[in-house]
């Protein structure tokens, strides 16, 4: 699987410790930054991994900020995109079965990387389950295209 990843400043340390973990396995990773702990704005990466995953470039991404909000928030502004912020398994879990998530965000202030590990094993190997659920996703995109225009 191939997964594009990006943080700001104040995720930058998991997100370094997730790349170390993800190139241990069969995942292929893209970082487009941040590359340091130096203040940066969080938007600038959130849409660097966001527009990929809108554009199907990449199936799945990664964000990282301090509490993983900002970063889910400027993702879910691009058609297509469902970006899940999850600070447990079950989360993870529930967003991939249910709401088809393809960004995951964590918090870089409130996630071990231990627990980000279990997160992301959970996150990259559940399945979308479909049936109720894709109807319910079907109407989310509706809105998506009648709120913006853009046909997902």
Known sequence: MKVIIGSDHAGYSLK???KEYLNKS???IVDVGTDSGEPVDYPDFGSRVAEKVSSGEFKRGILVCGSGVGMTIVANKFPGVRAALSLDVETAKLSRMHNDSNILSLAGRRTDIETAKNIIKTWLETEFEGGRHKRRL???KN???EVSGSKV
Request: proline share 0%.
């Open 26 to 28: 069969e995942t292929e």
């Open 138 to 140: 079907d109407k989310i």
């Open 16 to 18: 370094e410790g997730i």
């Open 143 to 145: 809105i998506e295209f």
